[in-house]
T-cell receptor
Framework: GENVEQHPSTLSVQEGDSAVIKCTYSDSASNYFPWYKQELGKGPQLIIDIRSNVGEKKDQRIAVTLNKTAKHFSLHITETQPEDSAVYFCAAEDWPGTYKYIFGTGTRLKVLA | DARVTQTPRHKVTEMGQEVTMRCQPILGHNTVFWYRQTMMQGLELLAYFRNRAPLDDSGMPKDRFSAEMPDATLATLKIQPSEPRDSAVYFC???????????????FGPGTRLLVL
């Protein structure tokens, strides 16, 4: 089955700087890669996702890149703000069509004002 | 704004007691997931249903955990008897999907925070 590794586990950046979180996956058949943001006391919320037929996707200050050859994908947050502070999880589809995700272990992002 | 709802939000119980957690998926979604989140294990998939039928419950301790979908608007997760090691946050998520069709998003509920003393 799929295995997802996520780095770093913690990340501190100054407000206004960029933050990058990286994930690698093991199953080359995976086609779908969502990113979730989890704030304290809340459930994970989808912030962006990417499918295997796309190399990059942007939504305002958030972007995700996918390198299928190397089997890694990254989350990029530009112009970080204090409200970006949260735990971020990457995930990869387990087997195409199973609708199961394998989650990374999470990155705790702290944006320093 | 459609959301997944979960009840109760918090539960404190004593070891050996039965715990029932409920989830109302987003209307129209046909897939429901139960996850457990702990600091040590992260997000673990316990079980999931499609069109109310269990598809995979391999992540669930079978001797004490059970999951059901009595109807399309209600999913339940039961622990009997509960143990201190079951203390965690339990999330329900829902989505819409068909086998061999492009993945759709999973939407998470707010979670049930369980403490077993």
């Amino acid at each position: 089955g799929e295995n997802v590794e996520q780095h770093p586990s913690t990340l501190s950046v100054q407000e206004g700087d960029s933050a990058v979180i990286k994930c690698t996956y093991s199953d080359s058949a995976s086609n779908y890669f969502p990113w979730y943001k989890q704030e304290l006391g809340k459930g994970p919320q989808l912030i962006i996702d990417i499918r295997s037929n796309v190399g990059e996707k942007k939504d305002q200050r958030i972007a995700v890149t996918l390198n299928k050859t190397a089997k890694h994908f990254s989350l990029h947050i530009t112009e970080t703000q204090p409200e970006d502070s949260a735990v971020y999880f990457c995930a990869a589809e387990d087997w195409p069509g199973t609708y199961k995700y394998i989650f990374g272990t999470g990155t705790r992002l702290k944006v320093l004002a | 704004d459609a959301r997944v709802t979960q009840t109760p939000r918090h539960k404190v119980t004593e070891m050996g007691q039965e715990v029932t957690m409920r989830c109302q998926p987003i209307l129209g979604h046909n897939t429901v997931f139960w996850y457990r989140q702990t600091m040590m294990q992260g997000l673990e998939l316990l079980a999931y249903f499609r069109n109310r039928a269990p598809l995979d419950d391999s992540g669930m301790p079978k001797d004490r955990f059970s999951a059901e979908m009595p109807d399309a608007t209600l999913a339940t997760l039961k622990i009997q008897p509960s143990e201190p090691r079951d203390s965690a946050v339990y999330f329900c998520a829902s989505g819409w999907g068909l086998v061999a069709v492009l993945q759709e998003t999973q939407y998470f509920g707010p979670g049930t925070r369980l403490l077993v003393l």
